[in-house]
């Protein structure tokens, strides 16, 4: 049954990153679509869409990372070790 809930909250966790993705791809649309027209190819970006641009990286980027955890096996996955109760021998 844990893994259920588990499944359900993955689904749910890459739902929100997609959720999220769209979000940010819609601002940087909006931002880049206000750009006034210049010719030629070259401009200078704003620190604002530039920011946008990271927030849409940044989600794409979290987005594909919940994806192939989703799509990896547990048994394929490595054991999460804590070692926040144990002492390091540091020689």
């Known amino acids: 049954m844990e893994t259920k809930g588990r499944e359900r909250g993955g689904a749910a966790e890459v739902a929100a990153a997609r959720k999220n993705?769209?979000?940010a791809r819609n601002d940087l649309d909006a931002a880049v679509a206000a750009l006034p027209d210049i010719d030629g190819d070259e401009a200078m970006a704003s620190p604002v869409l530039v920011a946008l641009l990271v927030r849409?990286?940044?989600?794409k980027?979290?987005?594909k990372g919940l994806?192939?955890?989703a799509l990896?096996?547990?048994s394929a996955r490595l054991p999460v070790v804590s070692f926040k109760d144990h002492e390091i021998d540091r020689g």
């Open 21 to 23: 993705l769209d979000d």
């Open 67 to 69: 994806e192939v955890l």
């Open 72 to 74: 990896t096996p547990a």
């Open 61 to 63: 980027k979290h987005l």
């Open 56 to 59: 849409a990286v940044k989600a």
